[in-house]
């Protein structure tokens, strides 16, 4: 459970902070001459999205990336590779599709931006924090499964 809740944390800090100077800080006038968001946004929404997210995408890694040979930087980037695809699809081209903003062409080139550079953070980060799963770690689960059923 540890292991699992260092996989949380490898999405949820660089995801936060990164968020929040990127939008909030380096882009702020972007963001504003895109007229996209309310001026006073409600950061522990945000936050929760995050926390959702980072359960969510930590048990992915752990059922289809942990098991995947190689090093933990190349699980990392394709993990990596996976996440900024499904992410952008439902943080900038839905968003993009559905709100109102001054500049669809440069909220998708900001967005874009921002998904690529959060995920070469977020996809090393939990491949490391969540390591790779070894046999042991696959019997243990069957073990336990076994136990639930018996």
Sequence with gaps: MTRFFLGVLAYVVPTFALGFVWHLILFE???????????????????????????????????????RSGTFLSRGLVYAA????LSWSFTT??????????????????????????WLLVGPLT?????????????VGVSEAQGLTD
Excluded: C, H
């Design 29 to 67: 006038r972007t963001y504003a001459e895109l007229a996209i968001y309310r001026s006073n946004i409600i950061i522990p929404f945000g936050f929760l999205s995050m926390l959702i997210q980072a359960v969510l995408f930590a048990w992915v890694y752990e059922q289809a990336f942990a098991r």
């Design 82 to 85: 996976f996440g900024a695809v």
């Design 93 to 118: 081209l839905a968003v993009a599709a559905k709100n109102v903003m001054a500049s669809v062409p440069d909220y998708l080139t900001i967005e874009t931006a921002f998904t690529v550079v959060q």
């Design 127 to 139: 491949a490391y924090a969540l390591g790779r799963s070894s046999s042991r770690d696959e019997q």
